[in-house]
């Protein structure tokens, strides 16, 4: 399970964006439909920075693990994201 929770948070978090950019297309068509799914949007672009959060989180603890265990490139990458 552990092996695929990653990729089925980065696909979740593309859905709810594709849904959150549907939403909005549909919304920007009439005025009035606006205000009545702009909740939706905001609910929607919350859950997609809640997913790319998830994914940001552990990536950072994976590469601090890698890091404090000596692991080859581990040293690169974090040097590269520290730019």
Do not use: D
Not at 27 to 44: C, D, G, K
């Amino acid at each position: 399970m552990k092996r695929y929770a990653m990729p089925l948070i980065i696909v979740v978090g593309m859905l709810i964006m594709l849904a959150s950019l549907i939403t909005l297309a549909k919304s920007t068509q009439n005025s009035a439909s606006f205000e009545s799914m702009h909740v939706w949007l905001v609910l929607l672009n919350v859950a997609a920075f809640v997913a790319l959060l998830a994914v940001f989180l552990f990536n950072l603890v994976r590469l601090i693990i890698q890091y404090r265990q000596n692991v080859v490139g581990s040293r690169l990458t974090a040097r590269l994201q520290g730019r």
